[in-house]
């Protein structure tokens, strides 16, 4: 038996755990609060207790953050899906590079995950896009004519 009349989120879906909207599950932060989807705890005590956990945030990022609430003015296109835009860039460079085998992308990526499993799939995909091209310009420059 259910136990909330609010649908689930979708397969593809995830909650946000501060506004609780639907999100897809390869955006970082949510389009209807801003807050990050898969660290959320430090922007939330930021909220609630005025704390800064995160000191790569400055000044003007902090004043855009009360400007927005104090206004109701949601985030950017590019605030809200930037990594997941970049993800996405580095995503179909390294498959253009594979000649288009989804595969063989997700085992490189695979791969990067179980060296650095500490990483962020980003830092997975320029290490797979890395790695790609030194092992095919070693490949390729050891060819014989």
């Not at 949601?74 to 835009?85: H, I, K, M, R, T």
């Not at 499993?117 to 390729?140: M, S, V």
Request: some cysteine; proline content about 6%; charged content about 30%.
């Amino acid at each position: 038996m259910p136990t909330s009349i609010d649908p689930p989120p979708r397969e593809n879906e995830i909650e946000c755990a501060n506004c609780g909207a639907h999100v897809f599950i390869e955006l970082t932060r949510c389009p209807e609060c801003g807050v990050n989807l898969y660290e959320p705890e430090d922007e939330i005590i930021d909220k609630y207790h005025g704390s800064s956990s995160s000191p790569q945030k400055g000044i003007m990022d902090k004043l855009g953050d009360l400007w927005r609430r104090i206004t109701g003015k949601p985030y950017s296109a590019e605030e809200v899906f930037g990594d997941a835009l970049n993800q996405a860039a580095l995503y179909q460079d390294l498959l253009n590079k594979v000649g288009g085998d989804h595969g063989v992308v997700e085992r490189l990526i695979a791969y990067e995950s179980d060296r650095m499993p500490e990483a962020n799939r980003y830092k997975w995909l320029q290490a797979a896009i890395q790695r790609w091209e030194r092992d095919n310009r070693i490949i390729g420059s050891s060819k014989v004519d």
